[in-house]
């Protein structure tokens, strides 16, 4: 018993020292390829979009030239040899889609700051729970259901209040019609596109506000600030990229908004400026329009509108990230 | 002794509402209230919305003289801020409360059984509601569901490993990638999938392709939640890991994603979720079809957002109604996924 507590004689060698080394096993090189290569899935797929889109739709843009612009004419019809001839201007539908997004902003802006401001700083805590589920929820939300409630609830309300409107307001140019007709307006669809933005516009604007630096909110409270004042002088310059970069995100919503605003809004190819009047365009309202009779030569310029709208929608989010991520890191 | 007891100090909170403030504040409510009824009632002003906004303009006015009198202007303009945060955040409930009151009160004159046992395929959106059932679209969209989820989640879950884990030198790059395409709008993702798969390949109309539309919608969803779940799993669990000597492999595989089980598996449900009630993208890669259709590779499908576009359409009363039940239905199963996606959120956050 005793001799097996005796040292050892030193044996031969000693066992050689781990090797120390920073480089990675073959498991996580091969680890670390996969993850990598699937991470650019998002720049492969975007990529794809543009291209596919772009190689499909330029026969469109080469057959129409800038008049795919210009012009509001979208047709198809036969000469007297029977040959197609076609006409597609994109110019009403851009126009339109731009006055919704704006009639959208003008009404969501104010409401989402008002929101954000009461859920951040005076709604009680467990109404702030409440009402934060109740946004989320509101995003979640299919854009078909916002389509339903537009025409069947909004639209009967939104056409007395067009009607009320343009009876106190009609003198201002944009709010006058050519003739009484109020139904299936741009103001129609704008309302509806600001519900479904409100969500967007509040999560971010709420962010922000949540970031406030505490020490300028509580130097604003010990030189003896109101509430209001505090938020005037400290919260609202340092939240208004927030709030400006919220607003972009929420107009490429409302860019790309498609089945809500075709449910509520009478498409028609004609430039219209009167927002409280019965005729409007919309890009991406439009494509699947007219996707049903659509013939080869029409696929082809519906698919280079969709591209037109990818565009605007994407330079529209590069901005808006840019705007938000400065706010963000102000904060830090 | 008695002596300290006398001194015990009561908390007090100057700051808190007194009882006269709160008999204030009740009163105002309640003259507000009652002047608006009285003026709504006499003057040629209508509806709900009337009555809304009339008893804020009162209230507004009211309150600003009563707190005036204690507090002067800078009071006054205090509370009115209050106020007119209060209003805003009352017409987005209104707004929401409205669209809700409308797909129940609408929708549930359309529910009975054989909405779930039968198909469209004998019977035409514009016959009466009782007859036919939306089966075959819950199918669909099941179909369509499950194909987006098993090619959207591994992706997102990847990337996110990528931000998180590896933090390699495009991070930036592809999280600034990942938020432009959540602005994808989907129409634009309905026709991508169309000009790159039907107009190039003999695969046409299929469940598969809605899908795929879906994944690039769901992607960027399932990837910043995801990212922000991973964010949650304490370093020092990673660093334990490494130090017990497992691989990087290893340690995310056995030690980070089981630790963000239920975070992952929320952001899949939320994916799910933004996806269910997708309508544009369907139009062009699903197409239609009114009975059940058991291979999600060929033929058309039928699906629940297209049975309601289909019921829209139609514009008969009848066909009306279907749509209105078929989005209550979808609205449920939205908000069951909500709800669900919530619960295991809170639990992650209390597991903490």
Known sequence: MSSTFAPSAPTASAPDPRKLTTKHRVSDRIFRAVVTAFSFSALIILALIGIFLLTKGLSAFKEQGLHFFTSSTWSVTQDANGKDVNHFG?????????????????????LSVLTALFLTFYAPERIRTLLVSVVDLMAAFPSILYGLWGFFILGPMAEYWAKLINKYLGWIPFLSVPQPSFTRSPFIAGI??????VPIITSVSREVFSQTPLDRVQAAYALGASKWGMIKAVVLPFGSSGIVGGAMLGLGRAFGETVAVYSVLNIVFRPNWHILFTQGGNVASMIIGQWGEAGKAEISALLAAGLVLFVLTLLVNFAADFVVNRAVKSGR | MSNSQSTQVQPIRPWAASTSDRAITGASVLVSALLTYILVATTPLKGKLAYFFVFFLIWFIIDSILISRRYGSKGVRDALAAKVTLFGGVIVMLAVASILWATISKGVKGLHLSLFTQTMRTTSFTDPFSNGGMLHSIIGTLYLILIAVLISVPMGILTAIYLTEIKGRAAGLI???????????????GLFIYAAIILNTPLRNSAFLGGLALTILMVPTVTRTAEEVL???????????????????????????????????????LGVARVAGETAPLLFTVGVFDAINPNPFKGGSGTIPTYIWAGLTA???????????????LLMVVLILFTLARTLGNKRMKAK
Not at chain 1, 91 to 107: C, D, K, Q
Not at chain 1, 192 to 197: F, N
Not at chain 2, 240 to 268: D, E, F, Y
Request: glycine share 6%; proline share 4%.
């Open chain 2, 231 to 269: 964010n949650l799993v304490p370093r020092d669990l990673r660093e334990a890991g490494l130090a017990m000597g497992a691989t990087q492999w290893k340690t995310v595989a056995l030690v980070v994603l089981p630790a963000a089980r239920s975070g992952l598996i929320t952001a899949t449900v």
């Open chain 2, 175 to 189: 999280r600034f990638l990942v938020q432009a395409m959540s602005g994808v709008p989907s129409v634009v993702a």
């Open chain 1, 90 to 110: 994109l110019a009403a539908m851009l126009l339109g889609t731009v006055l919704i997004a704006a009639v959208a902003l003008f009404i969501a802006v104010p």
């Open chain 1, 192 to 197: 509806v596109l600001a519900v479904m933005i």
């Open chain 2, 315 to 329: 514009g008969t009363s009848d066909s009306v109604q279907r749509a209105w039940t078929a989005i209550l239905v």
